[in-house]
């Protein structure tokens, strides 16, 4: 079993940042890959990024590829999501999400066995 723990999210105006943190707990979750995932409501949850158990290798949703930076702590069970020059249409709760697929990073909502209880990022323009 993993458990996830998101913090981070808040309001921020457009252009603004914010930095979403995802605490993993389990004895094998640095084995995970993890993802960042969010959901309009309304709408179906959506990739955002991912990034594979040793860190090496990261993948990115093409709206987000540029503003978006995941990284991961494996000493501590972290994965981080910086983001930088939000817009509205960021606005949306993110979810954490972790993968025994650990050595690729993966897209699919049905491939993420874990999830977190998600953080609410509100983007005002």
């Excluded at 921020?12 to 094998?28: D, F, K």
């Excluded at 949850?45 to 090496?56: D, K, P, T």
């Excluded at 020059?85 to 066995?113: F, I, K, M």
Aim: with cysteine; hydrophobic share 30%; net charge positive.
């Amino acid at each position: 079993q993993v458990q996830l723990v998101e913090s981070g999210g808040g309001l921020v105006q457009t252009g603004g940042s914010l930095r979403l943190s995802c605490a993993a707990s389990g004895r094998t979750s640095s084995s995970y890959s993890m993802g960042w995932f969010r959901q309009i409501s309304g709408k179906e949850r959506e990739f955002v990024a991912g990034i594979e158990r040793s860190g090496g290798r990261t993948d990115y949703a093409n709206d987000v590829k540029g503003r978006f930076t995941i990284s991961r702590d494996n000493t501590k069970n972290t994965v981080d999501l910086q983001m930088n020059s939000l817009n509205p249409e960021d606005t949306a709760v993110y979810y954490c999400a972790a993968t025994p697929y650990g050595g690729v990073v993966v897209r699919g909502v049905w491939q993420y066995h874990y999830w977190g209880q998600g953080t609410r990022v509100t983007v005002s323009s």
